[in-house]
Each structure stands twice: as C-alpha cells, then as structure tokens.
C-alpha cells in the first residue's frame, strides 16, 4: 500500500472537502479515514510521534479499527496541527477552575460552518426553518467557545427577529417565546444543561413546537444529573416539548445529536468507536461497552481520531450513549505527548 499522500492546498482542498461530506456509505467513510490517516502521519508532528511511540507504522494500518486516536488531553499541552497549516486562531474548552483549558487550533472556520451546518440539516431540518433562542451563559462569556461560534451562525441562518442570545435575562426570553408561539414559530431553545434548569424553575410552556436542545453540562452550578433525571426535570416545565441533546466538544469539529432516549446519532463523515480504558489500542473485552474514540473526518486539518474522556455504549447500528467521564489515568504510550 502506497503510504504517502499530497499535502491539501489551495487548489485540492474543496474536492477534500466535498469528499468527505459526500460520504454514504462504509467503503466511502473507510477509504476517506485510511487517507486522512495516512495525511496526518506523514504532515502532523503530534499525531505522528503520537504513532511512534506506540509502535504504530502507516504500512500496518489497514482498517479504521486499527487507526490510533490521540488523547483529546493532548490538545492541553500541544498545537495538533497539519505542519504547514498555520494559524493561531483556535477554540479552548471550557475546563475547571485552575485546570489547563485545551486548544482546537481552527485553520478553516468556514469548514466548522460547513460541518455543523450539513449536521444539523442532516437531523433537523433546515436552519431557517427555526427560531434560535440560545441560553449559553457558561459560554457566551468565554471568548473561544465552540458552541457559541455555532449558535451564532443558526441565529444567523434563521434570519428571524427573535432568534438570539440570552446570557441571564430570563424574563426576556420567556417572553420572546410567548411571541414566537403566538405566531406559531417552530422553535429551538438551545441551552447548557444548569440554564435550562433555572430557566424551567421560573417558567412553564407548553408548546408542542418547541424543542429544547441540551448541551449537557452543569459546570460546577448545580448538582450533576443524569440525562434521564435532566430530562425528566424539564418535562415538568415543557411538558408538551421534545427534548434533544447535542453531543460535541472543542477538539470535534462536528456533533452528534439524540433526539429521543439518549441515544446519540452521528453524521455520516463522524464515527465513534469504542476501546479498552486502559489500552489506546485494545477493542473493551464486551464489544460494546468502553471508552470512546472518535473519528471525525471534518478535522482535515487538526486530526480526526480522538479518543475522549467519555465512557458509552455503542450499538450496532452505530448510534450510541453517553455513561458518563472516565477517573483520569494516562493511556499506555500517552503520558509523553502529555507533558
């Protein structure tokens, strides 16, 4: 197998581009990951000593069940980087107090607005189709925030007058919905998890055409729930409203979404596998339940193989749920690229 590839440029990058978001099958997804595979070993500094020190060589590497996904901890501490890519734009997490923040350096914003765009669309319609009520306090105040650069551009897409943000005026939002539902807008109220709670302790609706997209997490505000409790929780205030979750982090450039049970649906170009918590390159002794890798092909330029924090379980049909965060131990062959 010829192991060495071009690197993307100016002139290749849109057929690229267009490849990986025109994926529809398997064979379309295995081939486009085997070639991303074979782009960052031979052009990402990181990624490539991240191979090395596991023993990893591009000529053994046939299937994406066999492709090494790099600690998403390692973005911490290291630029993960195509070597001629450069920019010093970048999304960080959101991290704890004291903890260092992880950085998503960004070459191409436009191919995040690419990615997220057709996702959506690929599980809820068109953008303009909706009003955007978004309720992101923890990140709207954070400068490098992901989810908010998404939000914006949905809010942007609706084109309607009443599809904003909302930082902690709830009692404008409640009634922005009430205008919305008066003229019987179809509406997403996209929220992080504690604002979606002290909002629904204050306010009642009860409106079919609402839904309610949760981005998980309480950051510290309030006590950790499980999604079934979250969800059950605002059920009491939305009764009527389906409730959907956003499944996402700053080192993907694409997100999966659960619009029942909690079970999270991926993109066609995004795929999540699972390993061993112990061992970056041992499938779990159960087959189906482990720690998560992800394959997310709109990395062109940062790296597409990660493997999370998060522990779930993964079906056949290759939709998945979320259980919960690993304890932090370091991987097997990672704590060099850690520190």
């Known amino acids: 197998m010829n192991t060495k590839v071009q690197k993307i440029t100016e002139h290749n990058r849109e057929k690229v581009y267009s490849k990986v978001f025109s994926i529809r099958s398997h064979a379309d997804f295995e081939e486009a990951a085997l070639y991303m595979f074979r782009l960052h070993y031979q052009y990402n500094p990181v990624y490539s000593k991240f191979c090395e020190i596991l023993h990893v060589a591009p000529e053994s590497i046939h299937s994406i069940a066999n492709i090494p996904c790099l600690p998403v901890n390692v973005f911490r501490n290291h630029k993960v980087l195509l070597e001629y890519a450069n920019t010093s734009d970048y999304f960080e997490s959101s991290g704890t107090s004291g903890s260092v923040q992880g950085r998503h350096f ?59 943000f909302y930082l902690y005026d709830h009692e404008k939002l409640n009634e922005n919905l009430k205008k919305a539902i008066a003229l019987n807008k179809n509406i997403i ?67 999966a979404y659960s619009t029942e049970n909690g079970i999270f649906q991926s993109p066609p170009w995004m795929k999540v596998l699972l390993r061993d918590i112990s061992d970056p390159l041992s499938t779990p002794p159960n087959r189906n339940r482990g720690a998560l890798n992800i394959i997310d092909l709109a990395n062109v330029w940062s790296c597409p193989f990660l493997a999370t924090d998060d522990m779930g379980i993964l079906h056949d049909d290759g939709s998945f749920e979320i259980l919960g965060r690993l304890d932090y131990s370091v991987m097997r062959g990672c704590n060099v690229m850690i520190d």
């Open 189 to 255: 109220l996209f929220g992080v998890s504690f604002a979606l709670l002290d909002f629904a302790a204050k306010y009642s609706i009860d409106y079919p055409d609402l839904i309610l997209m949760e981005t998980g997490g309480m950051k510290g505000r309030r006590e950790e729930l499980t999604r079934e409790e979250l969800h059950a929780e605002l059920k009491k205030s939305f009764p009527s409203s389906e409730i959907h979750s956003e499944y996402g982090m700053t080192e993907l450039l694409s997100q």
């Open 106 to 164: 960004v070459y191409d914003f436009e191919l995040y607005e690419r990615s997220f765009l057709n996702g959506f669309r690929h599980f809820c319609g068109n953008p303009e189709d909706y009003v955007f009520m978004a309720l992101l306090p923890a990140y709207l105040e954070r400068p490098h925030s992901s989810l908010v650069h998404m939000a914006k551009k949905l809010i942007e897409k609706s084109a309607d007058a009443l599809s904003e």
